[in-house]
Every structure is written in C-alpha cells, then in structure tokens.
C-alpha cells in the first residue's frame, strides 16, 4: 500500500483506480487550483468527459493526506461542498419574533448560518492573515444545529432539552473529515436497489447535498436534519422552507418552544386546493403585513423584490359566515383604517338586508373636518316605503353650511313631534318658504307665544282667511259692557275683573318668550 495514501491508524482500503474512461458530460475546463494565485497548478474543472474514472472504499483511519491521491483528493473537494451549503441558511437573529425574515446580513456577527466563512471583526470587517495576506476563515460547523440557537441544558441531570452547547456542537462537525470511519467514493453513478425493507439509523447528524451536475455550491440544494429538525436547503434562489430555527424561552407559559421562519425568494409561486381546507390558529399574535409604505422593485440589502403587489380577491360560495368575537368573549379592540386614492363599494341583493347596532358606550360618525372639507357628497336612495324610527332621550343638531337646498316630493306628507319642550333657533341672514299646496292646515293645542323683532309682512293672495278664537273674548266683552250700562257699580267690578284678566294674560305671554329665547 502506497505511503501517500496512507494514515495513522488502522484502516482498510478498496481501490479501483482508472477503471473506465467517462463517456458522458462536458469537457473540463483548466482552472487554476487557487482562483487567487496564477502561479497554481492547472486543474480540470467540471465534468470529467474523455478522463479516467476511480472508486475507492476506505473503512477505519481517513486519508492523511488526501491531495496526494487524486481520488481522495476529489473526494474531499467534494465532501467540503457540505461545508458550503447552508451557509445562507439559518439566516442572522431577527430579534424580535415576528420580523421580517432576513438571510443577507451586512454584518454576519448575527448571522445563524453555518459553513466556512470569512472571519469578520466586530465592525464587520474581514479579517486577513498577516503573512499570507488572504481571508482568514470562521469554521462555523456543518450542520444548521452547529449555529442554532437551542435549550442548554439547565444542568446535569436536566434531560429535557434536545440541544447540547454550542462548543460541544461545533467539536463534533470539526472532526468531520478527521474522526475516521467509512468513506467510500466513485466518479462514476451510484446505485442502491432494496427489494424489501430498508431501515437506517443515525445516531449524529444527516446532511444531504445535491450539486444537480454543477461545481457551484450556490446553485446546490439539498435538506439539513440536525437537532431535531428538518429544514431544506437552497441558499442561490429559494432560502427554504425554513430559513431558520431557534429556541424561544418562556413562550406560553413553559420552558419555551421553537420559532420557525419561513421564507420564498426571487420566485412566482402557484397554490391550488381542491377539497376541503380547514384553518385553525392559536397563540399570542397573528399578524399579516403585505408590501411596504418604502417600495422597491428590488432590494439590494435583502436581495429580493420589494414592490406592492396588485391584490385581487374573488370569491364564490354556498355560504358565508363571519364571526369576531362573541357575547361570552368579546373583542378588547378593533381598529380599522383604511387610505386610499379612490374606493368604490357595491352591494347587490335580491333578497333582506338587516343591519343591527349594539353600542353601550358613544358611536361617533364623521365625514371630513373643518380644515379637510370634503368637495361634495351625494346620496340618492329609491325606496317603495320608509319608516324611521328615532327613539332618544337627548338629541343635539347642528348644521353649519353656505348654502343648503332641500326638495321633497311626496304623496302625502306627515310629521308628528310629541316632547316635554322644543326649541328651534334659526340664525339666518335671509330665509325664504314657499309652499304650493292645495289645502294647509295648522292645530295647536296649548299656549302659544310669538315674538318678532324687526318688522313683518305677510300677504294673501286669494280668499281672505279669517281666524276664529275659541272663545272669542272681545264679543264676551261686549255682551258683558252692554249688560253693566244698567248699573254703573256692576260696571266698574266688570272693568275691575278685565283688567285682572288681562294682566295675567300678559304675565303669561312675557314668560312663553323667555322659554321661547331661552331665558
């Protein structure tokens, strides 16, 4: 066995060198070993077409010094892709819950993703090696779980966690290449048949990744299952499923859960349900935020679009029942606001609509503002028949406009106002009332005052109208004066009692003018 390939430590080794010539790819290209140094080796790149294919099964000890096999050496290039991939996963802390989830990060201080990256300093600067002059590297591990924010155990005996502590994580994917045990390789396909069962158990971790006939790991995809969790991998177009998974501590009361942020970038995506969908949401928050009040068809910082969309929402459906809220569980809050350039609202029913308000506290309804006028408003509704019904102990109007025209056309017309006391106050420059109506009428049952200051005229045009009071004192009067000439005595005592009667008559009219201007 060759020196070159050899190692400390037991193994045993299954090689099948030059076995075939590729058939299939691409010619390879010549690239420098090291993309930043001219003067390094030529190497092909890409697919092997035309060159000899080798396979080789290593159990025990791993290669010491794998680059001086060219097997081994492809092989380990190929195992430190795993590295790569990912490395954009995980995604930086977005602190707090809920933010928006971000997997480009200017400062990678933060950043939960694994992999080898550039070694940064606290300002975010790359840090670059003294005698060589090139980027130093930050080994962050292998899998997902290496970063992950987890549950430590809270001591010794604690057996309720799934995580171990991150020092002890990143130990354990450093001897990746180095701890020995199986490695097998072939540049040629792999094919793997079971006719029956086939059950595999991993005590560690799983990482699969698949370059799709590619040297890119950008483009690579591929599924992380580590510390108990599964999240694919797409750090080139699609981040994940999941992009990053970390423990919340004291969430609902226990000892914490896992957050889990999902994201889809850079793609159009189509969903269709067919059959029956059931949602059903709990927790503490539930928020829906769609574009931004800072748009931008693309985002350099996030590297992702970030327009508003043009939302479009049809629905068709046997029934439809929305509840929020019950009797027994009301709704702390609801606040609703909504700006817009233009709105337009139709509703179209051939059957009932019924409206109904419950308010125990003040509604309040407003249209505009005194330094926000609204232009115009116009409302028109055609109806077979009306009836209001307004049902308050207290009702307070006031309307302040420029000009205002009221027209009603009816039928018949009628209005009935049953109150302790009413008072209408008019402050008009110049007010105008014409009625042409075949036959008016007016009743008042009780004591009526009338005051006018400043001068009146009314005219009549057509039969003259006579008043008729019931009873009519002036003609009592008379009577009573023509009876009293028989006796002067009887005469005076009748003087006497008119002008008594006359007295109150004004006492009264004095106070229908104060209640009248509110005195």
């Given at each position: 066995?060759?020196d070159?390939v050899?190692?400390?430590?037991?193994?045993?080794?299954i090689?099948?060198?030059d076995?075939?010539?590729d058939?299939v790819g691409?010619?390879?290209?010549?690239?420098?070993?090291?993309?930043d140094?001219?003067?390094?080796?030529?190497?092909?790149k890409?697919?092997?077409?035309?060159q000899?294919m080798?396979?080789?099964l290593?159990?025990?000890?791993?290669?010491?010094?794998p680059e001086?096999?060219?097997?081994a050496?492809r092989?380990q290039?190929?195992a430190?892709?795993?590295?790569?991939?990912?490395s954009g996963?995980g995604?930086?802390?977005?602190l707090?819950f809920?933010?928006?989830?971000?997997t480009?990060?200017?400062?990678l201080?933060d950043?939960t993703g694994v992999?080898?990256?550039p070694?940064?300093?606290a300002?975010?600067?790359i840090v670059?090696?003294?005698?060589t002059?090139?980027d130093?590297?930050?080994?962050?591990?292998?899998?997902?779980?290496?970063?992950?924010?987890?549950?430590p155990?809270?001591?010794?005996?604690?057996?309720?966690?799934?995580?171990r502590?991150?020092?002890?994580?990143?130990?354990?994917?450093?001897?990746?290449?180095?701890?020995?045990?199986?490695?097998?390789?072939?540049?040629?396909?792999?094919?793997?048949?079971?006719?029956g069962d086939?059950?595999?158990?991993?005590r560690?971790?799983?990482?699969?990744?698949?370059?799709?006939?590619?040297?890119?790991?950008?483009?690579a995809?591929?599924w992380?299952?580590?510390?108990?969790?599964?999240?694919?991998l797409?750090?080139?177009?699609m981040?994940?499923a999941?992009?990053?998974v970390?423990f919340?501590?004291?969430l609902?009361?226990?000892?914490?859960?896992?957050?889990?942020?999902?994201t889809?970038?850079?793609f159009c995506?189509?969903?269709d349900y067919?059959?029956?969908?059931?949602?059903?949401?709990?927790?503490?928050?539930k928020?829906?935020?769609?574009?931004?009040?800072?748009?931008?068809?693309?985002?350099?910082?996030?590297?992702k679009?970030y327009?508003?969309p043009?939302?479009?929402e049809?629905?068709?459906?046997?029934?439809i029942?929305?509840?929020?809220?019950s009797?027994?569980?009301?709704?702390?809050?609801i606040?609703?606001?909504?700006?817009?350039?233009?709105?337009?609202?139709?509703?179209?029913?051939?059957?009932?609509?019924s409206?109904?308000t419950?308010c125990?506290?003040?509604?309040?309804?407003?249209?505009?503002s005194?330094?926000?006028r609204?232009?115009a408003?116009?409302?028109?509704?055609?109806?077979?028949?009306?009836?209001?019904?307004?049902d308050v102990?207290?009702?307070?109007?006031?309307?302040?406009?420029?000009?205002q025209?009221?027209?009603?056309?009816?039928?018949t017309?009628?209005?009935l106002?049953?109150a302790?006391?009413?008072l209408?106050t008019?402050i008009?420059?110049?007010?105008g009332?014409?009625?042409?109506?075949?036959?008016?009428?007016?009743f008042?049952?009780g004591?009526?005052?009338?005051?006018t200051?400043?001068?009146s005229?009314?005219?009549?045009?057509?039969k003259?109208?006579?008043?008729i009071?019931?009873?009519d004192?002036?003609?009592?009067?008379?009577?009573?004066?023509n009876?009293?000439?028989?006796?002067m005595?009887?005469t005076?005592?009748?003087?006497?009692?008119?002008?008594?009667?006359k007295?109150?008559?004004?006492?009264?009219?004095?106070a229908g003018i104060?209640?009248?201007?509110?005195?």
């Amino acid at each position: 066995m060759a020196d070159d390939v050899s190692a400390e430590g037991k193994y045993l080794l299954i090689s099948v060198p030059d076995f075939a010539i590729d058939p299939v790819g691409q010619k390879a290209k010549m690239v420098h070993e090291d993309p930043d140094d001219e003067s390094s080796p030529l190497i092909p790149k890409g697919d092997r077409l035309g060159q000899t294919m080798s396979s080789f099964l290593r159990l025990g000890a791993f290669h010491e010094h794998p680059e001086n096999d060219p097997a081994a050496k492809r092989a380990q290039e190929l195992a430190k892709v795993a590295l790569v991939v990912s490395s954009g996963q995980g995604g930086p802390a977005t602190l707090p819950f809920g933010s928006e989830v971000r997997t480009k990060y200017p400062n990678l201080e933060d950043n939960t993703g694994v992999g080898v990256l550039p070694l940064r300093d606290a300002n975010g600067d790359i840090v670059k090696d003294e005698k060589t002059g090139k980027d130093k590297e930050d080994n962050r591990g292998v899998f997902l779980d290496d970063q992950r924010i987890g549950d430590p155990p809270w001591g010794e005996d604690d057996r309720d966690n799934q995580s171990r502590l991150k020092e002890e994580r990143l130990a354990h994917s450093a001897a990746l290449l180095t701890r020995g045990g199986w490695w097998d390789h072939t540049d040629g396909n792999r094919i793997s048949t079971t006719y029956g069962d086939k059950v595999e158990v991993i005590r560690g971790n799983y990482k699969m990744v698949v370059m799709s006939r590619q040297d890119d790991p950008g483009g690579a995809g591929g599924w992380d299952l580590s510390g108990g969790h599964l999240q694919d991998l797409g750090p080139a177009s699609m981040p994940g499923a999941s992009v990053r998974v970390e423990f919340h501590a004291g969430l609902f009361g226990q000892r914490g859960t896992w957050h889990l942020e999902n994201t889809t970038n850079n793609f159009c995506q189509t969903s269709d349900y067919a059959g029956d969908f059931y949602e059903h949401w709990y927790g503490n928050y539930k928020h829906s935020i769609v574009g931004s009040e800072n748009p931008q068809e693309w985002n350099e910082d996030l590297e992702k679009p970030y327009g508003n969309p043009e939302i479009l929402e049809k629905t068709w459906a046997s029934k439809i029942e929305s509840y929020t809220g019950s009797s027994a569980k009301r709704v702390p809050s609801i606040t609703e606001e909504t700006y817009a350039d233009t709105t337009s609202s139709t509703t179209d029913v051939t059957g009932d609509i019924s409206e109904t308000t419950y308010c125990d506290g003040t509604i309040t309804s407003k249209t505009g503002s005194f330094t926000r006028r609204v232009p115009a408003t116009f409302e028109e509704t055609y109806v077979l028949s009306s009836n209001t019904k307004t049902d308050v102990l207290n009702s307070n109007e006031l309307t302040i406009v420029g000009a205002q025209f009221e027209t009603t056309m009816a039928g018949t017309m009628g209005s009935l106002t049953i109150a302790a006391a009413q008072l209408d106050t008019e402050i008009i420059g110049a007010k105008g009332n014409i009625s042409i109506v075949g036959l008016t009428g007016e009743f008042t049952l009780g004591a009526r005052v009338g005051l006018t200051i400043g001068w009146s005229h009314e005219w009549t045009i057509g039969k003259h109208h006579e008043e008729i009071r019931i009873p009519d004192k002036k003609e009592i009067a008379l009577k009573e004066l023509n009876a009293s000439l028989q006796t002067m005595h009887a005469t005076l005592n009748d003087s006497t009692v008119s002008l008594d009667s006359k007295l109150t008559a004004l006492q009264v009219g004095i106070a229908g003018i104060q209640v009248q201007l509110g005195l």
